[in-house]
């Protein structure tokens, strides 16, 4: 352990929060960080600033991007922090900056950031681009990949609060995948590297949240920007910042996306990759889709027009306004219960107590 949970306190870059996460922010962080270089790497498509900003002067090159997809900017708190962390003076901090040369682009997609939508601003999505590189996004990326020429990559990301880990009642709130190279999925010297990296950000982030950790699926897609770096024998880990209970702001996740960005640093700079196993890694359970924002069973006590032993499951839309981002709660189901799945909240609707709770919330209007 780098630092205590009270240390990250003081770490924590209190001038970014919530969910929308857009270059006002940033370029604040970034104007004020005297750190560094920063730098413009280019402009979005609808002529946005992408910056860069790269730290340390060691051999080792790593490189990591955040928000490909607007609206998922977890890991662009947790890459602040990290900076932060690393101007800090601590004793590791001073050894991976002499180790380490660590270039950072906090926002890849500004446009889908102000929009809050997965894509660009020409409904392209950027993650599946690596290919074609027929978006300005695409082309920053890539162009900085080429000129920097890094030793690892870091592809930092959100997921859905859908995720649980393995068939169990526990949500994903930090996932990692080692992306394929191939359609066989087979273990290339670099994707070796990378396996082994995210084991040993698991072995670090359990002892935050034990059994929370998942692996995202490895299907293989040449378009998708991890396996593209990958297939250039290039160790690329992909971040997923999933859903902590209570937590829709995600600013618990930020810390053990944070944790993870330490420990990986701190394992390539003490050349301690060899450490950690391909076993360790497929240990970690792979990702179901088991969960929902609120199950509600026994739901025909307040439909009756449901069947004995039926469930409502919601969840949530995410929706801007006015620069904030609002749960909207949908149902997706209603119906006898069919297969298993996890409500992040539950009520059993022929518990007087749940039942009564259930009438205090936001949603029941949707329900009866």
């Not at 330490?262 to 890694?281: M, Q």
Request: hydrophobic share 35%; charged share 25%; glycine share 4%.
């Amino acid at each position: 352990m780098i630092i205590t949970e009270k240390e990250y306190q003081n770490i924590k870059e209190i001038g970014v929060s919530g969910r929308y996460v857009t270059n006002i922010q940033t370029d604040t962080f970034l104007d004020e960080l005297n750190f560094g270089k920063v730098e413009e790497l280019g402009k979005s498509e609808e002529n946005r600033t992408i910056k860069g900003v790269t730290v340390g002067e060691g051999k080792i090159k790593l490189l990591m991007w955040s928000q490909m997809h607007g609206n998922e900017s977890t890991t662009t708190k947790a890459v602040l922090d990290f900076l932060n962390f690393l101007k800090s003076g601590e004793e590791r901090a001073k050894q991976f900056l002499k180790s380490c040369t660590i270039k950072i682009i906090p926002i890849l997609n500004p446009d889908g950031a102000v929009a809050y939508t997965r894509v660009n601003a020409n409904n392209i999505d950027l993650n599946r681009d690596a290919q074609d590189l027929s978006q300005s996004e695409s082309n920053i990326l890539r162009k900085t990949y080429t000129s920097f020429s890094p030793d690892f990559c870091f592809n930092l990301h959100d997921q859905r609060t859908i995720f649980n880990v393995g068939e169990t009642n526990k949500p994903a709130t930090v996932s990692f995948l080692a992306p394929a190279f191939n359609e066989e999925r087979s273990i290339s010297e670099s994707r070796k590297k990378s396996m082994q990296l995210i084991a040993a950000m698991n072995h670090e982030i359990q002892k935050y949240i034990p059994n929370q950790v998942g692996r995202y699926d490895d299907g293989f897609n040449a378009n998708c920007t991890g396996d593209a770096f990958q297939m250039l024998n290039t160790p690329t880990m992909l971040f997923e910042s999933g859903h902590f209970p209570e937590d829709y702001d995600r600013e618990k996740t930020r810390e053990y996306i944070f944790y993870a960005l330490l420990k990986a640093v701190e394992t390539i700079s003490d050349n301690a990759v060899k450490d950690y196993t391909i076993e360790d890694y497929y240990k970690i359970p792979e990702n179901g889709k088991m969960f929902v924002d609120v199950l509600i069973e026994n739901a025909e006590e307040i439909d009756a027009l449901l069947p004995k032993n039926s469930i409502i499951s919601i969840l949530y839309r995410e929706t801007l306004e006015n620069n904030t981002i609002k749960f909207v709660p949908e149902i997706v189901y209603k119906g006898v219960k069919n297969k298993i799945v996890f409500g992040h909240k539950s009520y059993n609707c022929s518990l007087s107590n749940d039942l009564n709770e259930l009438k205090k919330e936001k949603y029941w209007s949707i329900l009866a």
